[in-house]
């Protein structure tokens, strides 16, 4: 069986991520961790499938469709000072509040060049600082801006119908879940290790008002491996993107869950990674327009990460790996039917799905 043909991948990147460093250098969130990405990328993707997408700094009305009005205003005067701590986990340094602003910019650009007729569908972003514990208004967790959800905010503004964001970091991605709980335009798909860092994101959690029913929290127990990540995608995660039907899937794309990450313990490896890249393609081509992105979180063994999204860069060309076959630990399996039991008062998720859409 010959190999697809690669599709192009749109990348950002900028050494200006690079700036944000903490002092001591021992930090976990550093920039030796945008080293590891780009090796990864580097081994994955051929130049010639590459479409790089300069960085550029977020607008205020950009940041202010996710963040209160004086948040980042309040925030740059006190990353003013040079070095220092927001809160434990969170540092900052001369260039932070330049590198956030990047991040956040580059983001907004990405999903909206993704829109685009004649751009590249599918794209990586290896940014730094993360986002996705930001909340509206306050910096915690290793971040500042939330980079994915100021992503879907612009994709929203640029003529989006709606935008599903997957976030499978280890950490639950509680300010993106803050940023879009209301809102039924946003569906937020969170797989994370439970109870742990942040302390949110348990299966009850599933929107307010109008957002009932769009926000699903995979809150799993520690140790779990590919083949509890592969009973979550196929019998809730994938369910949902296909009754959901957005324009867009971005992905919080944390390496964290790697077995060989030290900040958590899960056990997931490079090739699942992989795989479930490989579902949202496929997800995504079935929906008939194929846009994907994959923005970084964490992820802070740098081999893991090198390999993981080395791996991941493959699936977006187009390689496709397959989920895992094997039977769920009891603790995942009862986890997943938690959030799908939460869920089934607003999804029909036995019943088949309306015929694909063209765009």
């Known amino acids: 069986m010959s190999e697809p043909s690669p599709q192009p991948i749109l990348i950002l990147d900028d050494e200006r991520f690079d700036a944000h460093h903490e002092r001591s250098g021992a930090h976990p969130e550093r920039p030796d961790r945008l080293v590891a990405a780009r090796e990864g990328l580097r081994d994955a993707v051929p130049q010639a499938s590459r479409r790089v997408l300069p960085a550029r700094e977020a607008a205020p009305s950009e940041l202010a469709r996710v963040h209160a009005a004086d948040y980042w205003p309040r925030l740059e005067r006190q990353l003013a000072s040079g070095h220092g701590h927001l809160d434990p986990d969170t540092y900052f340094a001369p260039g932070t509040a330049l590198a956030a602003r990047l991040a956040a910019g580059g983001a907004a650009d990405l999903a909206t ?16 600082p993360p986002g996705h514990h930001a909340e509206p208004d306050s910096a915690m967790g290793f971040c500042l801006i939330n980079n994915v959800a100021v992503a879907a905010t612009s994709a929203l503004a640029a003529g989006a119908r709606r ?23 946003v569906l937020f798909v969170s797989l994370h290790q439970f109870p742990f860092y942040p302390g949110t994101g348990g299966p009850e ?54 077995r060989r990450d030290p900040l958590a313990q899960m056990q997931l490896d490079a090739a699942t990674y992989a795989a479930m890249t490989s579902a949202l393609v496929e997800h995504t081509e079935r929906s008939g327009h194929g846009r994907i992105a994959l923005l970084l979180e964490g992820g802070y063994d740098l081999a893991a990460l ?11 060309l187009g390689h496709r790996v397959a989920l895992s076959e094997d039977a769920p630990s009891a603790g995942g399996r009862a986890a997943v039917e938690r959030t799908r039991r939460a869920l089934e008062p607003y999804w029909k998720l036995d019943e088949p799905v309306a015929t694909t859409r063209s765009t």
């Not at 090198?306 to 977006?316: D, F, G, I, T, Y």
């Open 163 to 185: 935008v599903a964001i997957v976030d499978w970091d280890v950490h639950h991605g509680n300010g993106t879940q803050a940023a879009f709980y209301d809102d039924p335009r």
């Open 205 to 258: 959690e599933i929107g307010s008002g109008a957002g009932r029913g769009y926000t699903a929290n995979v809150a799993l127990p520690a140790n779990q491996g590919p083949e509890t990540y592969a009973y979550a995608f196929n019998r809730l995660v994938l369910p949902l993107l296909d009754r959901f039907d957005a324009d867009l899937v971005l992905v919080s794309a944390g390496f964290d869950a790697h």
């Open 113 to 128: 060049a993704l829109l685009q007729p004649a751009a590249a569908r599918r794209g990586m972003a290896l940014v730094r």
């Open 306 to 316: 090198r390999e993981s999204v080395a791996a991941s860069a493959r699936a977006l």
